[in-house]
């Protein structure tokens, strides 16, 4: 028997934050691990009458295409998909850890090889308007919280079957002042950047792009971004852990990267092409779920008060014309206990020691416990 909180997750993906609807032709993207979930969900796009289809990837064998494979057939493999993107409406991708680590033996120059001319080619265009990310649970995402595998469901499922809706409506005073923004910046004891957000306008993230969801993004303006920062949240990426990175910036562009772990690593990623050393996000995490750094993206950067830049491609919803193979979010956070710091937009405050300060931001800070749907 399907477990009822699976179905409860599987129906937000299809009437929430897809909004599937009949005709659509559904892309679901998954490994094995997850066929409940996508039996589900093929069922409900038929009985919505949608058209499902679905593409298993599993990353023990995607490991051995990137230790193995060349430009020619990473490019062939995007063209392929290509074809099927260009005919959906809706990619609904769920993905799954067993093991954190799987490419962490694989020499940076192939995964550079395999982002540049696989992921580059397939996601440039941005085909698919609707589409959601959601993280499925295993046991090693319970290890990662430090849970044991029962509580670690509970806590997932409260988070990804909460009700969005208020989050929402809370988090549209803070996209207006980006949207009216000129300038921000960030300032800590060892961070002071500063950029400037004239260009283009922020995007809300409730529960239609993530699952969890919660976080307010605007692209920089791509040559704006002075000065120096800090990143107080352990990262891993691409397989490698990185801690205490520290990036300068002039122009736009980072001119000097440092990492407690990975330094030449870090420095290979971000020669990865003209557009991985521009950032192409700035965004505000107001999740009040998430309390914790657990070295996965799809949490770190929802948590409330936080804060993350990403280094590279920019999201088409707020797009300052940064294009890269990469996407890394980087995140800090501004908590009174790790150091504090504050967020000014326009010179105004906004968020200080991770605690928003403008009263019409003030019900992100308090009131917002996201409630459990019935």
């Known amino acids: ?31 094995k691990n997850c066929g409940d979930l996508v039996k589900y969900l093929v069922k409900e796009c038929y009985e919505v009458g949608a058209t499902p289809f679905v593409i298993l990837s599993e990353s023990d064998i995607r490991r051995e295409i990137i230790l193995c494979g060349n430009k020619e057939q990473y490019e062939l493999m995007a063209k392929s998909q290509n074809v099927i993107m260009d005919m959906m409406d809706v990619r609904i991708e769920i993905t799954e850890y067993d093991n954190f680590y799987e490419m962490n033996d694989i020499p940076i120059s192939k995964r550079q ?38 509580a670690f469901e509970e ?33 800590t004891d060892t961070t002071n950047l500063s950029f400037d957000i004239q260009e283009c306008k922020a995007f809300v993230c ?47 562009r980072v001119v000097n990267a440092t990492s407690d772990q990975n330094q030449e690593i870090l420095n290979q990623i971000l020669n990865t092409d003209e557009g991985s050393s521009y950032i192409g996000e700035f965004a505000i995490g107001t999740n009040p779920n998430i309390d914790r750094i657990i070295k996965n993206i799809l ?7 936080s804060f993350h830049i990403a280094l590279g491609r920019a999201h088409f919803q707020s797009d300052n014309g940064n ?26 405050l906004i968020l200080k020691d991770g605690i928003f300060v403008p009263k019409n931001l003030k019900p992100l800070n308090k009131s917002l416990v996201l409630k459990k749907q019935n």
């Not at 090889?113 to 995402?141: C, D, E």
């Not at 971004?225 to 910036?249: E, K, R, T």
């Not at 949490?299 to 008060?305: H, N, T």
């Open 299 to 305: 949490y770190d950067e929802k948590i409330l008060g």
């Open 1 to 31: 028997m399907l477990d009822p909180r699976l179905k409860k997750l599987g129906d937000s993906l299809i009437h929430y934050s897809c909004d599937v609807q009949a005709g659509d032709k559904v892309l679901i993207q998954a490994t």
């Open 155 to 187: 806590f997932y499922f409260s988070v990804v079957n909460a009700d969005y809706q208020e989050l929402s409506e809370n988090m549209l005073p803070l996209k207006e002042y980006l949207d009216k923004g000129k300038h921000v910046q960030i300032r």
């Open 206 to 252: 409730d529960g239609k792009i993530n699952l969890p969801d919660g976080e307010v993004f605007i692209a920089p303006d791509k040559y704006s971004a002075n000065g120096n920062i800090v990143f107080n949240a352990d990262a891993l990426y691409q397989g490698y852990d990185f801690s205490n990175i520290s990036l300068s910036f002039e122009d736009g």
């Open 323 to 348: 294009k890269s193979a990469i996407h890394w979010d980087l995140v800090s956070r501004l908590d009174r206990n790790l150091g504090g710091g504050e967020i000014l937009i326009d010179d105004q």
């Open 113 to 150: 090889l395999f982002q540049q001319h696989f992921f580059q080619n397939l996601y440039s265009n941005n085909r698919i308007k609707r589409w959601v990310t959601v993280g499925y649970p295993t046991k090693a995402m319970a290890q990662r919280f430090g849970m044991s595998t029962e």
